[in-house]
């Protein structure tokens, strides 16, 4: 595995490293690695008094560091979501001043309360609007694996600083797949948890329409399941905390789709792996139930139409309620932005009431399936440049995005959870990732899947994290 942070953080309580020595790590780390263009704002002096704030209370309160699930792992947040306080975000965009100001938003908070050290922020594409983390303000981040490749996005930051071992794991944001698709280009364990499970406040709130979450990228499963356990708390919406399996006394109907249809097929290889994954799991005894892309087709249309709306008319709403002048923007932003304006409330309306059908669509199908496999990428990472902003045409920005991530959109439309991993690799040693899905409030079931997959060894990290022995 080379490392995760509950290695970190058992290292670090075990008094093998100081939470300084594991922040001077990290910071060498970065200054090393900056031409994958991962980082796109650094506080060395935040970072610093930080791991030093956890090794003091380690002196003079044991018990309060011991209760910190991850006390003095650094890590960092990203350039788009709820507010860290002291961290200026800009949302990757020249719109916005560096300077900070904000208060912790709730689920900052919780970072910080489970012993995390921040010290920066990791790129992110204009407003999220893509795939790949190439901001026009810069750097543009690169896929340590291949860096010509990108990281994916729009928690491409966030992934290439944990897949290079920068951090062990970092803050991420999901609205169209901005937590998978990064994980999938970078070899990491990635879930968009279950709608309302995560903390969105007190201010966040619901700006787009509840389709996005905000939890890490990680590289593991177990350190999946300790951060989303710390952060979703005790409170993760109206669903119920169901056992890892609870279908048939452990034997689980397994949906399988791996044909992605003609429109946006997926490479032979990456519905390979798919297979792989599910006759693996087909050889602990859960029963595998095809699926057909006929029973899908419309929910990803659907899916994607729904995503294109809400997020033109959320830009469009933001840069009207803070009076930005969005002629400083990216091309491909301010177009985003007038087809929001555009947008007529009778089509939004039918957007959001196709939204629920989607959401109607899916809980069918987990009448007769208790999870779904399928593929997470179409294809390898694409070569950086594949989703130029300096354009105006939303269509074909949307359409690419698309095809590169047909199934990415279903989950954050629908509010169901989805997590993908790694299941080997390709020719080119790029990760094959595959992608689960389970119903509302089922994150221990994918997270027991994960795990299971996981443990099969298919994929190891390229780089150790920082502060601990490759």
């Known amino acids: 595995m080379r490392g995760d942070a509950t290695d970190l953080a058992a290292a670090i309580r075990g008094g093998s490293l100081s939470a300084a020595e594991a922040m001077q790590a990290s910071l060498a780390a970065a200054v090393l690695q900056e031409p994958l263009g991962a980082i796109a704002y650094l506080d060395a002096a935040m970072g610093l008094a930080s791991a030093d704030d956890r090794d003091r209370e380690r002196q003079g309160d044991a018990d309060r560091f011991a209760a910190r699930l991850f006390a003095g792992v650094p890590t960092l947040a990203k350039d788009l979501g709820g507010p860290f306080a002291g961290l200026p975000v800009t949302a990757g965009s020249r719109l916005f001043e560096r300077k900070g100001g904000e208060a912790d938003s709730d689920l900052a908070a919780r970072f910080r309360d489970a012993g995390f050290c921040l010290f920066g922020l990791t790129t992110s594409p204009e407003f999220g609007l893509s ?15 291949d860096p010509a490749r990108t990281a994916g996005g729009s928690s491409g930051g966030a992934a290439a600083a944990v897949a290079a071992g920068i951090v062990a794991i970092a803050h991420a944001t999901d609205a ?24 969105g406040g007190p201010s966040f709130g619901n700006h787009l329409a509840g389709i996005a979450s905000e939890l890490a990228v990680c590289r593991s499963v177990r350190d999946t399941a300790l951060i989303f356990d710390r952060l979703a ?54 029963l595998i139930v095809p699926l057909s892309w006929a029973e899908f087709e419309w929910s990803v249309t659907s899916s ?42 009778t089509s939004l309306w039918n957007s959001l009431n196709d939204a629920v059908l989607v959401s109607r669509n899916l809980w069918a199908l987990f009448d007769s399936v208790d999870c779904i496999l399928m593929p ?14 300096d354009h105006a045409d939303t269509d074909l920005h949307l359409e690419r995005m698309a095809t590169f991530a047909p199934l990415a959109c279903l989950a954050n439309i629908s509010g169901f959870p989805a997590l993908t991993l790694p299941f080997g690799q390709d020719v080119h040693a790029m990760p094959l990732p595959v992608q689960i899905m389970a119903p509302m409030g089922h994150e221990p079931r994918l997270l027991s899947l994960a795990a299971r997959l996981e443990a099969e060894g298919r994929w190891q990290h390229r780089f150790p994290v920082a502060g601990l022995l490759s």
Do not use: W
Not at 261 to 267: F, L, N
């Open 131 to 145: 795939l790949a983390s190439e901001p026009a303000i810069g750097p543009i981040c690169r896929n340590p694996l």
């Open 176 to 199: 169209g797949g901005s937590i998978r698709v990064p994980a999938a280009c970078c070899g990491l364990v990635g879930m968009k948890p279950t709608r309302g499970a995560i903390p």
């Open 376 to 389: 997470m990428l179409s294809s390898a990472p694409l070569a950086i440049g594949s989703f130029p902003s």
């Open 304 to 345: 994607g139409r729904a995503f294109a709306d809400i997020v033109s008319v959320n830009l469009a709403a933001l840069i009207e309620a803070a009076a930005l002048d969005d002629s400083r923007a990216e091309p491909l932003t301010q177009a985003f932005a007038a087809r929001g304006r555009a947008i007529s409330a």
């Open 233 to 286: 708390g005790k409170s993760r919406g109206p669903f119920p905390d169901p056992s890892p399996v609870d279908s048939d006394n452990g034997r689980l109907r397994i949906g399988l789709l791996a044909d992605t249809g003609s429109v946006y097929p997926t490479e032979s290889d990456r519905r390979a792996a798919v297979e792989d994954a599910a006759r693996a799991l087909e050889s602990d005894g859960h």
